[in-house]
């Protein structure tokens, strides 16, 4: 390896030992060799720390860190401090990767000079059976020139776990310890300080879904989203790109109400979920978004509600019709 790896991978480990073998192997079986494999292991109670130590007994580019828990935030910007990579990269330590990923992603970074690239996702179950693709922006083109075209900013995912990023990006940037969505505060921050984006739609990403993280609880800690997007809308006049108030508006849409309203239905308690949906309706006057804007969103190229499955599009029509009625469900 060389003096400065190309890429630093940061796996933060919470009590995952049933998948963190899965994970690493997808990882140091690369076909890109010239990396490093920063895996934090943030508190864990179970046996994670015993296979790590076998990774690392067998593979000199391994670098165990413990800590006590601080959550996902933490244990990332610990590998960030630590990171010597070119690149820096994020796997969470229950999901795995195409063993081409990063080789094809640093290629692409080199081939248009672009300080991130991002490749598509797809979700997977206990079994590893692919049931769900997570495409990101299909119609855009290989290389993203931001100051041409600013679509992707308006319409992204903000997983950490899908992208490459330069690590200069991370001179003035960290996750933001103490919030839910630390991504959704983060990545569009990076975006903005970028010139250029390069993106495969290939799903080299697997995201593990577990059957219990569907009904798991959800609670006022929802209401970090608009925390997170709040940072990004103030960050955004700030930037560069701060003309493209159409893509702003399109970011404060998929993130601020349809991202949101997709994390409420779960919510349990009805006076909860009558506060949060107070919060929401005070967000999308303060932005003055309109029911026609929230119902004509566009990703895609493609309508986002008629794109939907038919039980969640009706879920979202009869929202936005009344959003007292989602107390209902």
């Given at each position: 390896?060389s003096?400065q790896?190309?890429?630093s991978v940061i796996v933060p480990?919470?009590n995952t030992?049933?998948y963190?073998?899965?994970?690493l192997?997808?990882?140091?079986?690369?076909?890109?060799?010239?990396i490093?494999v920063?895996?934090?292991n943030?508190?864990?109670?179970?046996?994670?720390?015993?296979?790590i130590?076998e990774?690392?007994s067998n593979?000199?580019r391994?670098i165990?860190?413990?800590k006590e828990?601080g959550?996902?935030s933490?244990?990332?910007?610990?590998?960030?401090?630590?990171a010597?990579?070119?690149f820096i990269?994020?796997?969470?330590s229950d999901?795995?990767?195409d063993?081409?990923?990063?080789e094809?992603?640093?290629?692409l970074?080199?081939?248009h000079?672009?300080?991130?690239?991002?490749?598509d996702?797809v979700?997977?179950d206990?079994n590893g059976?692919?049931?769900r693709?997570?495409p990101?922006?299909p119609q855009?083109?290989?290389k993203i020139?931001l100051?041409?075209?600013?679509?992707?900013?308006g319409?992204m995912?903000?997983f950490?776990?899908?992208k490459?990023?330069?690590?200069?990006?991370?001179?003035?940037?960290?996750f933001r310890?103490g919030?839910?969505?630390?991504?959704?505060?983060?990545?569009?921050k990076?975006v903005?300080?970028?010139s250029?984006?390069s993106?495969?739609n290939e799903?080299?990403?697997?995201?593990?879904?577990?059957?219990?993280?569907?009904?798991?609880?959800?609670?006022e800690?929802?209401l970090d989203?608009?925390v997170?997007?709040?940072e990004?809308?103030n960050y955004?006049?700030?930037?560069?790109?701060?003309?493209f108030?159409?893509?702003l508006k399109?970011?404060?849409?998929i993130?601020?109400y349809?991202?949101y309203?997709a994390?409420?239905?779960?919510?349990?308690d009805k006076n909860?979920?009558?506060?949060?949906l107070?919060v929401?309706n005070d967000?999308?006057k303060?932005n003055?978004l309109t029911?026609k804007?929230l119902?004509n969103?566009k990703?895609?190229d493609?309508?986002y509600l008629?794109s939907l499955?038919l039980?969640?599009?009706f879920?979202?029509?009869i929202v936005?019709?009344?959003?007292?009625?989602?107390?209902k469900?």
């Amino acid at each position: 390896m060389s003096i400065q790896p190309k890429i630093s991978v940061i796996v933060p480990v919470y009590n995952t030992e049933k998948y963190l073998s899965k994970c690493l192997d997808s990882i140091v079986n690369q076909t890109l060799k010239d990396i490093e494999v920063i895996v934090v292991n943030d508190g864990s109670k179970d046996d994670s720390q015993e296979i790590i130590d076998e990774f690392v007994s067998n593979d000199s580019r391994i670098i165990s860190i413990q800590k006590e828990n601080g959550g996902l935030s933490d244990a990332r910007n610990f590998g960030i401090d630590k990171a010597k990579g070119e690149f820096i990269a994020f796997v969470d330590s229950d999901d795995y990767i195409d063993v081409t990923m990063f080789e094809k992603m640093v290629d692409l970074s080199v081939q248009h000079q672009s300080e991130i690239v991002l490749c598509d996702l797809v979700k997977v179950d206990e079994n590893g059976t692919e049931f769900r693709d997570l495409p990101q922006s299909p119609q855009l083109p290989e290389k993203i020139v931001l100051s041409n075209d600013f679509t992707i900013f308006g319409e992204m995912s903000c997983f950490a776990c899908n992208k490459i990023f330069k690590k200069s990006l991370f001179e003035n940037h960290r996750f933001r310890k103490g919030i839910h969505f630390e991504d959704i505060e983060l990545i569009p921050k990076l975006v903005l300080d970028s010139s250029i984006i390069s993106k495969i739609n290939e799903p080299f990403y697997k995201y593990f879904e577990r059957q219990d993280s569907i009904t798991k609880t959800h609670t006022e800690k929802g209401l970090d989203m608009f925390v997170a997007v709040n940072e990004v809308i103030n960050y955004f006049y700030q930037s560069k790109y701060n003309t493209f108030a159409t893509e702003l508006k399109r970011f404060q849409i998929i993130q601020g109400y349809y991202s949101y309203l997709a994390y409420l239905a779960y919510v349990k308690d009805k006076n909860l979920k009558r506060k949060m949906l107070n919060v929401l309706n005070d967000f999308l006057k303060a932005n003055n978004l309109t029911k026609k804007e929230l119902k004509n969103y566009k990703r895609f190229d493609k309508n986002y509600l008629n794109s939907l499955p038919l039980k969640k599009r009706f879920f979202y029509y009869i929202v936005l019709i009344n959003p007292q009625l989602l107390l209902k469900f």
